[in-house]
C-alpha cells in the first residue's frame, strides 16, 4: 500500500528562541481584565485563524488557493484572512509534500479607510514582505522551528 507522507505545520522560530507567529497570536490570549465579550471575540478569532491553517494545511500549503496569494519574484504565499476590519496576514513557506512553515503575521491597514494614507500601506506590506524573505531564507538555513500548538 503507498501510504502518503504526511505534511507537517510548523512554525519559524529565530536563533534567539522567539517565535513571531506564536507572538503574534499573544494578543488573543484572554485577560482576566477582559469583558466576557472580549473573551469571547478573542476566542472567536483564534478559532477562525485555526480554521484557515486547517484549510491550508488541507490544500498541501498550496500558493494558488482563494484565500492565498503569492507577490511576484517571492517565493512564499501570504494567507488574507478578514476579521471584522482587520485583514491578517500570514507569510508562509511551503515545502512541496514535506512542510508548511508559518513565518509572521502583521495587519494590513485598510488603505481604502484614508486614501491620504496609502503610500504608508504599501511601505508597510513591502516592509512586512521582506521580513517574510528574511525569516524565510534564515529558516532553509538553520531549520529552527516549534510544531503548530494545536491539532490539525
Do not use: W
Request: charged share 35%; with cysteine; hydrophobic share 35%.
Amino acid at each position: 500500500m503507498n501510504e502518503e507522507k504526511k505534511m507537517k505545520l510548523l512554525c519559524y522560530a529565530r536563533e534567539n528562541g522567539e517565535v513571531p507567529f506564536l507572538e503574534y497570536m499573544m494578543k488573543y490570549e484572554s485577560k482576566e481584565s477582559d469583558s466576557e465579550k472580549e473573551i469571547e471575540q478573542k476566542a472567536k478569532h483564534i478559532l477562525h485563524i485555526k480554521d484557515v491553517l486547517i484549510y491550508l494545511y488541507e490544500h498541501k500549503g498550496s500558493y494558488n488557493l482563494a484565500i492565498t496569494e503569492q507577490y511576484k519574484k517571492r517565493d512564499f504565499g501570504i494567507l488574507k484572512i478578514k476579521e471584522g476590519k482587520s485583514l491578517i496576514r500570514i507569510g508562509f513557506y511551503t515545502i512541496v509534500g514535506e512542510e508548511i512553515v508559518l513565518l509572521d503575521v502583521y495587519d494590513k491597514p485598510n488603505k481604502y479607510g484614508n486614501f491620504a494614507k496609502g503610500k504608508n500601506v504599501n511601505k508597510i506590506i513591502q516592509e512586512a514582505l521582506d521580513t517574510f524573505e528574511a525569516y524565510k531564507e534564515d529558516y532553509l538555513k538553520n531549520r529552527m522551528s516549534v510544531p503548530i500548538p494545536f491539532d490539525l
